[in-house]
Nanobody
Framework: QVQLVESGGGLVQPGASLSLACATS????????MAWFRQAPGKEREFAAA????????EYADSVKGRFTISRDNAKNTVYLQMNSLKPEDTAVYYC?????????????????WGQGTQVSVSS
């Protein structure tokens, strides 16, 4: 019903920047908010950022606040994650998520749809 496809991941050096994109398709009119999660090897999936489609209001995890920016292009039905000042600890698979619920949470269970993930590796 809803498809999410991430892109933009890659291998960069510490301090570099990357921009991720999440393209949505299907019955996207039912979506209320989007989020980015990440999962490092051997670690549990953690919340990074979220954004509401209508207002553009955002939420960030403390670990990325001030360095990452989530945004959306309503006309393109695409959500972005601009990542600056990348650190080795940012290395993870980044997942795009979407929810039809009006409640915006930081838990994976709060979201209905997930993308396949895109790998971000930060190493010298």
């Amino acid at each position: 019903q809803v498809q999410l496809v991430e892109s933009g991941g890659g291998l960069v050096q510490p301090g570099a920047s990357l921009s991720l994109a999440c393209a949505t398709s299907g019955r996207t009119f039912r979506l209320y908010a989007m989020a980015w999660f990440r999962q490092a090897p051997g670690k549990e999936r953690e919340f990074a950022a979220a954004i509401r489609w209508s207002t553009g209001s955002t939420e960030y995890a403390d670990s990325v606040k001030g360095r990452f920016t989530i945004s959306r292009d309503n006309a393109k039905n695409t959500v972005y994650l601009q990542m600056n000042s990348l650190k080795p600890e940012d290395t993870a698979v980044y997942y795009c998520a979407a929810t039809t619920n009006r409640y915006i949470g930081s838990g994976g269970g709060d979201y209905d749809y997930w993308g396949q993930g895109t790998q971000v590796s930060v190493s010298s």
